[in-house]
């Protein structure tokens, strides 16, 4: 069920080193190309670093990498993204690629494979470090594995605010 599904899944910050199985990326990339984007302009560019040489260029400028073997780098095309007339400072960029990986978290999940939502890189650095083209500005990016034997998930896992203090009914 997508409750238990949704609710099982946690940030896993030490991987066994384990590449995701072929099947099971497919299903998760697949899950990805799926999901609804702003006027289904669908920007994003989804790299999948598995070789020796993209895992190492990603771990020199990332320091959340946590010994996966697969990772995925999110981005979006800026010639692609839609921009909401009504706002100019809104575009649709960091919202779409954000749905992707979100329906490619969850499809993890639903593989046995774990994950962890990674922001904390400087996006300059991992254009540079993957030569990324220049309408090309990564997002988000995952790191997929297996958890290592004992890996439990963190304290803020379970810090949840209460529901009256997040959902306001009007
Ligand atoms: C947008 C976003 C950015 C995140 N960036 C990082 C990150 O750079 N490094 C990291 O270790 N975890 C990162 N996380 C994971 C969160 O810290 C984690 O999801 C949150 O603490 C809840 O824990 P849980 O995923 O185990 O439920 C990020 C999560 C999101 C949604």
Redesign the pocket.
Known sequence: MFSDLAKA???V?KFDGRRVPKKKLQKILEAGRVAPTAKNNQPQKVYVLESKEAIEKINSVCS?IYGASTVLVVCYDKNLIWHNSLDEKVNSGQIDTSIVLTHMMLAAQEEGVNS?????FNPKEVSQALNLPDNVVPV?LMPLGFACEGVV??P??TSIRDAEETIIRM
Not at 116 to 120: E, L
């Open positions: 899944r946690f940030s910050r959340c962890c939502w990674v922001c904390y988000s998930p963190s803020n896992h």
